[in-house]
Nanobody, 126 residues
Framework: QEQLVASGGGLVQAGGSLRLSCVVS????????MAWFRQATGKEREFVAA????????GYEDSVKGRFAISRDNAKNTMYLQMNDLKPEDTALYSC???????????????????WGQGTQVTVSS
């Protein structure tokens, strides 16, 4: 059973930046597809960004393209989400997820991920 621990959330003013981290236990992080999802109060969970095991391919939800950047450091078992130019509509609980099976495609459905972290709250004030 893998454990994912997300951190880095907080309260920030619109236009500000935050960097989220997700540390994954175990020795096979390098083989996992990783992703960030978010869920605002009263809304469904939505895809934010994903990255392939070697970090060469990434995918983003349209509203965060150009503002957010996903990355990973396989030597540290850690995935990151750099969030710039934050907007109030980015306010949500951000969770990291791992997919330990399947092909090389970027997957945007939460049902394709089999391990989840506990989430970290991001609140953007206007």
């Amino acid at each position: 059973q893998e454990q994912l621990v997300a951190s880095g959330g907080g309260l920030v003013q619109a236009g500000g930046s935050l960097r989220l981290s997700c540390v994954v236990s175990g020795s096979t992080f390098y083989s996992y597809h990783m992703a960030w999802f978010r869920q605002a109060t009263g809304k469904e969970r939505e895809f934010v960004a994903a990255i392939t095991p070697n970090g060469r391919n990434t995918g983003y939800e349209d509203s965060v393209k150009g503002r957010f950047a996903i990355s990973r450091d396989n030597a540290k078992n850690t995935m990151y989400l750099q969030m710039n130019d934050l907007k109030p509509e980015d306010t949500a609980l951000y969770s990291c997820a791992a997919r330990t099976y399947g092909d090389s495609r970027i997957e945007m459905s939460p049902y394709r991920y089999n391990y989840w972290g506990q989430g970290t709250q991001v609140t953007v004030s206007s």
